[in-house]
């Protein structure tokens, strides 16, 4: 027998033989949901877009924001982001319907995200106030890899989609088939892996910027 198989028996044997019991486990869980109003934090503002949008903009999320009224002004916005980084108006353009219904005259489109991608525009399905987070399902409108590999990741997230909390995602998806994949995004890709210095763009995008259309649910 190993040192580590000899641990874990001991473990075992002082824990004795243990059958949950659903009951109990359905009490605690409970018990947990009814505390959840008073254990979560607050938000940073009392509007659910504004809370949003000023998480985003906190340093340790790193991103950019922005307001419009209606999707076809998403075109417009991505040209004044361009032009305010002199950059080229070529961009990757997710296929979500939503985006390719847009009049994007005036700019070269690329059909896929290259590994070298200067900007690519987006549409993420949710916003999470409390974290400054985007939700996005992979199908075949939200090809994984543009979440990752431009440079710049321009995104856009309807105002009644933004979620005050992380857990209002999970009652949002409650009994709903799960995709293949779920990317909780927050902000630009950060790591201090070396000598504890913050370095963007490692892992993924260097810049984020959120563009949110339309009012929230509400009118908020």
């Given at each position: 027998?190993?040192?580590r198989?000899a641990?874990?028996n001991a473990v075992?044997g002082?824990?004795?033989p243990?059958?949950p019991?659903p ?6 869980a409970d018990?947990l949901?009814?505390e959840l109003?008073a ?9 659910l877009v ?5 998480r985003l ?7 950019t924001a922005?307001r419009?009224?209606d999707?076809?002004e998403l075109?417009a916005?991505?040209?004044r ?9 070529a961009?990757?353009?997710q296929p979500?319907?939503v985006?390719q219904?847009?009049d ?5 489109l ?9 900007l690519?525009v987006?549409?993420a399905r949710w916003?999470?106030a409390e974290?400054?987070s ?8 939200t090809?994984?890899?543009a979440?990752f590999?431009?440079l ?25 088939r ?5 990317n ?8 201090t892996?070396?000598?504890g210095s913050?370095?963007?763009g490692?892992?993924?995008p260097?810049?984020?910027h ?5 009012e ?5």
């Open positions: 027998m190993s040192a198989e641990i874990l075992r002082a824990l004795g243990r059958t019991d009951a109990a486990l359905r009490r605690e018990a949901l009814a109003p254990i979560r934090p607050n938000l940073l503002a009392d509007d504004e809370a949003f949008i000023a903009v906190t340093p340790k999320v790193a991103a922005e419009i009224a999707p076809a075109p916005a991505v040209a982001y361009l032009e305010a980084r002199a950059l080229p108006a961009i990757a353009l979500a319907a985006l219904a847009l994007w005259s005036g700019f070269e690329h059909d896929r995200v290259a590994p070298d991608e200067t690519a987006g549409f916003g999470i974290t400054g985007l939700v996005f399902h992979s199908d075949a409108e090809p994984i890899l979440n590999l431009p710049h990741h321009l995104v856009m997230v309807r105002a009644d989609k933004v979620l005050a909390y992380l857990d209002d995602y999970a009652a949002a998806i409650a009994g709903a799960l995709p293949r994949n779920v909780i995004i927050t902000g630009a890709s950060g790591t892996d070396i000598e913050l370095v963007l490692a892992h993924g260097r810049y984020l959120v563009v949110i259309v339309g929230a649910a509400g009118g908020g």
